[in-house]
């Protein structure tokens, strides 16, 4: 059995890997996979306390989380394509307007 | 160096590299493509931390549904997702995140190794105990017993949430 502080360093790098993919990409579909690489590093550490803790609660967290991250994709993936429908450009430094 | 040691830090290489393929690789594609291999490393985690169930479902769910829907949209856009990489407004952006991202894990490290040791008197022991659970009952079992008796509520308001974003989903994808 690894012990509890492999996994959260673990998550840690993952976690710092997905905020450094979020300030140097320009594409907004990237900057999404790397959100969700942020979820799923927490996630880590939930399933790693949880199981040191011999509770399912931290389970449940996860559970949850993936449901929200399944509902933040729908609607985030929903806004790029209307934004790329409107402007032809899904380029996050053009996005400084919410006119159309 | 015993087997779980050893499968614990192929397991760590291979996800760092894999999530490292998701922010350095050009073609979004790959990029979706290295995020898949790292959710499926996640899922080996899950099973070496006994967590059956999440692990199954982050295959289906993440690997699956949700990865689909992105590459759905990324083939969608691909003409367009080449060309914006190609213009950078700042040029140091790049370093300066980098080495902010390297300090970022060297500050969550030294929180981890000083902050107050997890464990002690929080282990849930006994009947409640989640290993006793999953012995006797099975893991599945483990993990709908405890979802609907102590967060019943939060698995309702999570059906509000789904609907609130199919809605949304709808109203942005309706021709305007």
């Known amino acids: 059995m690894m012990p509890l502080s492999a996994y959260l360093i673990m998550s840690a790098i993952l976690f710092s890997i997905g905020v450094v993919g979020v300030l140097i990409r320009r594409n907004p579909l990237i900057i999404f996979m790397s959100i969700e690489l942020m979820l799923n590093a927490v996630n880590l550490s939930f399933v790693a306390v949880s199981s040191k803790l011999d509770s399912a609660d931290g389970q449940m967290f996860v559970f949850l989380v993936l449901t929200v991250a399944a509902a933040e994709v729908v609607v985030g993936l929903g806004i790029i394509v209307s934004i790329f429908r409107t402007r032809r450009n899904i380029d996050v430094d053009e996005m400084n307007t919410l006119r159309g | ?176």
């Open chain 2, 1 to 176: 160096m015993t087997a779980t040691q050893l499968a614990f830090f192929v397991l760590a290489v291979a996800s760092t590299a894999s999530a490292l393929g998701v922010i350095i690789f050009k073609n979004a594609v790959h990029c979706a493509l290295s995020l898949i291999l790292t959710f499926l490393f996640l899922a080996l985690f899950y099973l070496q931390l006994g967590a059956l169930f999440i692990a199954i479902v982050q295959v289906l769910i993440y690997a699956g549904a949700i990865m689909v829907l992105f590459l759905f949209v990324v083939t969608m856009l691909a003409s367009e997702t080449d060309e914006t990489e190609l213009r950078d407004h700042i040029p140091w952006q790049r370093w300066v995140a980098s080495i902010l991202g390297v300090v970022l894990v060297g500050v969550l490290s030294y929180l981890l190794f000083t902050g107050t040791p997890v464990g002690g008197s929080a282990v849930t022991t006994g009947a409640n105990s989640l290993s006793h659970v999953v012995n006797t009952q099975g893991n599945t079992q483990a993990f709908g017993l405890a979802l609907f008796h102590g967060f019943a509520f939060p698995f309702e308001v999570t059906s509000l949430l789904i609907v609130v974003a199919i809605l949304g989903a709808m109203v942005l994808g309706r021709k305007a």
